[in-house]
């Protein structure tokens, strides 16, 4: 096996330890398949091409394919959307994170674009301690992005292994010398990465709000937490395939009931999302307000399948629950999470009990309700300081001349449900402020997320304080059964929660009839003409209506067209200049005065054929006095000649005397007193042979 081969087998050893410490990071385990295979196809055309005798930087070529065939055949030429959704993802998610597909590619991709820099670095310049340096790039982003403990088996060990197959397979090739300088240079290059993990560390638990601690006993009762966003796992369901997620059964009637995960309570920019909040240890009677006069008592037993969460499906009001496990609770959105570094998987095949009551008020009891306050410090009321105010007035020309908010609530509701709106799973995901903003002005087209985004927005602007729920709806009762109903991924939903001073939080489903089989979990209210597309209100212009809305989602920004031309001048400055980057990096390895003499000789040896290809076209082969002939058409100067002559025979004593080549001989000197190319676009020695 040659050298290079060796440090190649050596390289994709490290890079999978330290792609292994991303797993705290997702449940998923596909991205670091996908880069096996990128990495294991690159390796395999590079070395194919290397044996072919080609040179190092056309080798770099082949490696390229896989990963760019997989980048069109999955991105496209825009990328943009999937790497938004994904950034969306992840900044709004907790790990361990659910699957992905996005962040399954994109990760995948990253991680064998890492490969080939730490193989450019390894194998090709030979520069171990830097590829070190890089190769820590993974347990840095464990230790920034994971708010669990990261286990020590995963940091130490793995670094450590890394650190030993690069040292050895360099080694074993002679390159690395073994001398005291280089190993002290690699050794202060692993510490400095620990420092800067060390760093991140710290970073990272002040950055980020804190998590309950993963092991029992741990941490206070009631850290503030934010969690995975139910969200994400709503669009993921609504466009997967439907399979059956659980089941329940009722002890009464009840013709089904929603079944709530979380709130997101906080509204701005990008939309609603999870907001920090407690989480205090359950002990089966949960921490809720007394259900308002006209409730229904609910006893439902659970039964999950396989669907992990970091939320448990529940019925608004659940006063009890009863599940095996360490569980904690969120009285605030009433939100039940396991108690677990992987709880995601915690609620997999899981069954549980619940009683309490749910609580539908009529139309004649809404009719008198005024807004209330929830005494959540305004979370539930507040508004993003950039609103469009064309939002502001459809508001108010939807709910115009109704004396009570009750009432208002049901004409947002009426409105959504109109046919004025269409529903469309196609739609565009984003929930952002501008894009309820188009969906509500102008496309008017979306699914069970939008509406009730919008309602929720809509209410606020009118001063109810409001947020989105989601869940499940009641699903499909299971036919020979007393009151058992089953629930599959496309019954995952989105609806309306509103705050009224005498019911409390009251559900709304503005979602479109028909577009859903469910059962409104409000009252029905009395009939009325609802909005046609001639009559719906039309906001007016106002006095900003040329204003710039900076909303959007994570890369939903104006300055997008620019990044992207910042991008495209990087990636052609890079082309331009690289090639002759390349020869300069070798010509300064080469001359390098820190291996062995004999090291230095060669190296030295190997920089006289690279100038003699760049000025000529051609690599001298043969022996060492044939491709010393090829100096006359660098210089005819005489002391040049000379210093060559005295390289060359140095060259010889060091592959075939026993004798030590004179330690004087100074061969990075000599190679200095070349003269340079002709400067090229793609200099000669880069790509040919002998």
């Not at 509701?413 to 799973?425: C, G, I, K």
């Not at 100038?611 to 002391?639: E, I, N, W, Y």
């Amino acid at each position: 096996m040659k050298p290079r081969e060796l440090r190649t087998l050596a390289l994709i050893g490290a890079w999978a330890l330290s792609a292994v410490a991303l797993f705290p990071i997702s449940v998923d385990r596909g991205w670091l398949l996908l880069a096996a295979c990128l990495v294991g196809i690159s390796a395999l055309l590079g070395g194919v091409v290397r044996r072919l005798g080609a040179n190092e930087f056309i080798t770099f070529i082949p490696a390229l394919v896989p990963g760019v065939v997989l980048y069109f055949l999955t991105l496209g030429l825009d990328p943009w959307p999937i790497i938004e959704d994904t950034a969306y993802f992840v900044w709004y998610s907790v790990p361990p994170m659910p699957e992905h597909m996005g962040f399954r590619l994109l990760c995948a991709l990253a991680l064998w674009l890492l490969y080939l820099i730490e193989e450019t670095l390894y194998v090709r310049m030979q520069l171990t301690a830097v590829t070190l340096l890089l190769m820590f790039t993974p347990f840095l982003a464990t230790t920034i992005g994971s708010l669990y403990p990261i286990a020590n088996w995963i940091f130490l060990p793995g670094a450590a292994a890394c650190f030993l197959l690069l040292l050895a397979a360099s080694a074993s090739e002679g390159s690395f010398g073994w001398r005291l300088s280089h190993i002290a240079r690699t050794f202060v290059t692993v510490a400095l990465a620990c420092v800067l993990a060390g760093i991140g560390a710290l970073w990272g638990g002040k950055a980020l709000p804190a998590l309950e601690s993963p092991f029992p006993g741990g941490g206070e009762s009631n850290p503030t937490v934010m969690l995975a966003d139910p969200q994400l796992e709503l669009d993921n369901r609504l466009h997967s395939a439907d399979v059956q997620v659980l089941s329940y059964t009722l002890d009464s009637d009840m013709q089904g009931v929603y079944l709530k995960m979380n709130s997101l309570s906080s509204l701005d920019s990008q939309g609603f999302h999870l907001s920090g909040t407690n989480l205090y240890p359950t002990s089966n009677n949960l921490d809720t307000p007394e259900p308002p006069p006209g409730s229904i008592d609910f006893q439902i037993d659970v039964q999950i399948g396989q669907f992990q969460s970091q939320w448990v499906p529940l019925p608004w009001i659940t006063r009890v629950f009863e599940a095996p496990g360490d569980w904690r609770h969120d009285p605030a959105n009433q939100g039940v999470t396991p108690l677990a570094s992987t709880s995601g998987a915690s609620t997999m095949d899981l069954a549980y009990s619940a009683s309490g009551a749910v609580f539908y008020p009529s139309p004649d009891a809404l009719a008198d309700a005024l807004a209330g306050n929830p005494l959540d410090g305004g979370v539930t009321a507040a508004l993003p300081g950039q609103n469009p105010p064309e939002l502001a007035y459809l508001a108010r020309e939807i709910t115009s001349g109704l004396p009570s908010d009750g009432l208002k609530a049901l004409a947002l509701r009426n409105y959504l449900q109109s046919s004025v709106f269409t529903y469309d799973l196609d739609a565009n995901p984003g929930t952002t402020v501008s894009g309820l903003s188009e969906f509500l002005l102008n496309t008017r087209s979306g699914y069970c997320v939008h509406f009730a985004s919008a309602m929720a927005l809509l209410a606020r602007e009118i001063g109810i304080p409001s947020r989105v729920a989601v869940g499940f709806t009641p699903g499909k009762k299971q036919e020979g059964t007393d009151n058992t109903w089953n629930v599959s991924s496309k019954n995952m939903h989105a609806w309306t929660e509103l705050y009224f001073a005498d019911f409390g939080w009251v559900a709304f489903d503005p979602t479109p009839a028909g577009a859903i089989d469910v059962v409104e979990p409000t009252a029905t209210p009395t009939p009325s003409a609802s909005p046609t597309e001639s009559d719906s209100p039309s906001p007016t212009p106002s006095e900003s209506e040329d204003e710039t809305d900076t909303g959007g989602r994570l890369l939903d920004i104006p300055w997008q067209p620019a990044f992207q031309v910042l991008l495209g001048l990087l990636g052609a400055l890079l082309i331009a200049l690289g090639p002759n980057w390349l020869r300069m990096i070798q010509r300064r390895r080469r001359t390098s005065t820190r291996p062995p003499i004999a090291t230095q000789i060669e190296n030295a040896w190997e920089e006289y054929l690279a100038t003699v290809t760049d000025f000529t076209g051609t690599r001298p082969t043969g022996t060492v006095r044939k491709q010393l002939a090829a100096a006359k058409a660098l210089d005819p100067d005489p002391d040049l000649q000379a210093d060559l002559r005295t390289l060359a025979i140095g060259v010889e004593q060091a592959r075939f005397s026993n004798h030590e080549p004179p330690a004087d001989l100074a061969p990075a000197t000599l190679i200095r007193a070349l003269p340079k190319a002709p400067r090229r676009w793609l200099p000669r020695s880069l790509y040919r042979r002998g």
